[in-house]
């Protein structure tokens, strides 16, 4: 049986979709007894321990109790006696925040949504229905042997559903197939209302869903800002039949996957700033979703001079006619003048450990490719992980000047950390192809995202790390502020990559706050929902959306 399944849905009549219509989870003969918990875990719990911490070893909370649910009931009654006590609320589903916001000493209860993760398809609602627990890898799994689809979600195997869809979602399928969010059909949430009463509301994309605004505050508003995700259904936008196989995009059969490292021992400045000028301006110039390189996906792991390499992965849909090609087209113009050997990635890579096999491009069977991937990042199922995170969209390739920081800051003696990097990624293709309003998800004309980051094991090396991440930012947007304003050049930051240095003055001396560089100019109209459908502002943290002055 799968965890999680109940026949209560605690549905307000007010729900877009009648009552009567909607999925019963195949589930009229499970009893509240054959669900998953509720269970209650209180400080003086051995569980205790293992739960105050997400992914990031930086944030510890101390809540009152951890609430382990299974159902959309169970998700309600949690709620309702938090708010009935006064006690601040935080969801968690994979625990991969890169902030506190949940493991956060203000934070009383803490409801736990890991093991709310079946995955299925329903037919009244002709969409895939996912619990906020499933975790990508196995949401991946789940779809792609059963009907042969996906979701163009992220690489990282464990993050959480529930976090990652409603922030936009992206991956290595997003040039072909655009965000998760893109995706999206239809939430169902527990939300507060101002009487101070808890209940489950689904909302649709239908155009005559009178709670269509919450489906959309779900399209990259990001999590903890209107309630408590219970249920995603995903179905692609024009898909009106009932076959499952046609409901999400299908991933190409094959993948050419393409892994390289260049050894800092032999790159001068010059030949560095070349070979990341060749990588952004391809991106630059095969941003649009017409581009003929929509089927190609790579990153660049530009590594702390420690690491001894910078690496390159490129994965390519072996289903194009030209999949080849292309890919041989594409690493000829990314080191074309580095004048530097092409070696084997035998070392850490960005987040990926060694895979030197792949020196020599291989033709893999697609999920294939998705295990060996998802398995094979050490750093992130690392225990002891503790890290920081900035990001940035960038419109255009960096400029000399850029060039120059990125150098400096990834040669620079103040550390020592071969797990130091700045990670650039693949955006653009048919993520552009959405207007920025269509979706909460604003980011519709960038090329790529960077990401500056660190990670590390010992609370002692926190000092360090932090500084070098802060200054390294700093400096390179430095002509703004300090932070990648939208305009010509860069277009803000990544909700689910949230930083709050972002809201303090300290490091973001721009005239645009931490809101605008997520949601641009869509977050008044996230404030409207936000009055609309947590009026007591029940679900908050350090950077959720305010309600309107």
């Known amino acids: 049986m799968d965890k999680g399944i109940t026949k209560a849905s605690s549905l307000d009549a007010d729900s877009a979709v009648d009552a009567d219509a909607l999925p019963s989870n195949g589930a009229d003969s499970v009893t509240a007894a054959d669900t998953f918990g509720p269970f209650t875990v209180k400080p003086d719990d051995p569980r205790y321990g293992e739960l105050i911490t997400g992914d990031n070893q930086r944030w510890v909370g101390a809540p009152d109790y951890f609430q382990l649910v299974g159902s959309t009931q169970q998700v309600v009654d949690a ?83 529930g976090g990652h869809i409603c922030g936009g979602g992206d991956g290595p399928l997003s040039r072909r197939h655009g965000l998760t ?41 990001g999590g903890g800002n209107f309630g408590v995700i219970t249920r995603y259904w995903l179905r692609s936008p024009g898909v009106t039949g009932a076959d499952p196989r046609t409901a999400l995009p299908r991933p190409p059969a094959t993948v050419l996957l393409n892994g390289m490292s260049f050894s800092w021992a032999e790159l001068t400045e010059a030949t560095f700033a070349t070979l990341v000028k060749n990588f952004s301006g391809w991106h630059e110039r095969n941003s649009a979703p017409s581009s003929p390189g929509v089927a190609l996906s790579a990153s660049l792991a530009l590594n702390h001079r420690s690491n001894g390499n910078v690496s390159m992965f490129v994965q390519v849909d072996g289903d194009e006619p030209n999949a080849g090609q292309l890919l041989d087209d594409f690493v000829s113009e990314v080191v074309d003048g580095v004048s530097v050997a092409i070696r084997p990635m035998s070392g850490n890579a960005g987040e990926y450990t060694a895979m030197p096999q792949l020196v020599n491009a291989q033709r893999l069977p697609w ?41 400096r800051h990834l040669t620079s003696t103040t550390i020592d950390n071969p797990n130091a990097m700045l990670l650039l990624l693949p955006y653009g293709g048919n993520v552009n192809a959405v207007d920025p309003a269509a979706t909460a998800a604003p980011h519709r004309s960038a090329a790529f995202q960077a990401l500056c980051q660190s990670f590390w094991s ?92």
């Open 79 to 161: 709620v309702q006696a938090a708010v009935k006590a006064g006690r601040r609320i935080a969801v968690r589903s994979g625990g991969h925040c890169y902030e506190d916001f949940v493991s956060n000493s203000d934070v009383r209860v803490v409801i736990d949504m890991s093991e709310m993760d079946a995955v299925r398809y329903d037919r009244k609602m002709k969409a895939f229905a996912a619990e906020p627990g499933a975790r990508l890898l196995d949401l991946y799994a789940t779809l792609y042997k059963g009907w042969g689809v996906t979701l163009p979600g992220g690489r990282c195997y464990s993050v959480g559903a």
């Open 181 to 221: 969010v893109d995706h999206l059909y239809a939430v169902e949430v527990v939300v507060v209302d101002k009487a101070g009463k808890a209940r489950a509301v689904v909302a649709t994309r239908e155009p005559n869903d009178r709670n269509r605004d919450l489906w959309w505050a779900h399209t990259g508003g």
């Open 458 to 549: 010992t609370p002692a090396d926190d000092a360090k790390n932090l500084a070098w991440v802060r200054a390294f930012y700093a400096e390179l947007y430095a002509a703004t502020g300090g932070v990648p304003v939208p305009n010509d050049h860069t277009d803000g930051c990544y909700v689910n990559y949230p930083d709050t240095d972002l809201s303090d003055p300290t490091y973001n001396s721009s005239d645009t706050p931490w809101h605008d560089l997520y949601y641009k100019a869509n977050y008044p109209r996230l404030q409207q929902v936000k009055a609309k459908w947590d009026p007591r502002n029940v679900f908050r943290h350090a950077q959720s959306v305010e309600l309107p002055s």
């Open 367 to 407: 999920f294939h490719s998705v295990r060996l991937l998802a398995t094979n990042a050490p750093t992130l199922t690392n225990p002891t992980l503790r890290a920081d995170h900035k990001s940035a969209y960038h419109r255009q390739g960096f400029t000399d000047a850029d060039l120059a920081v990125i150098y």
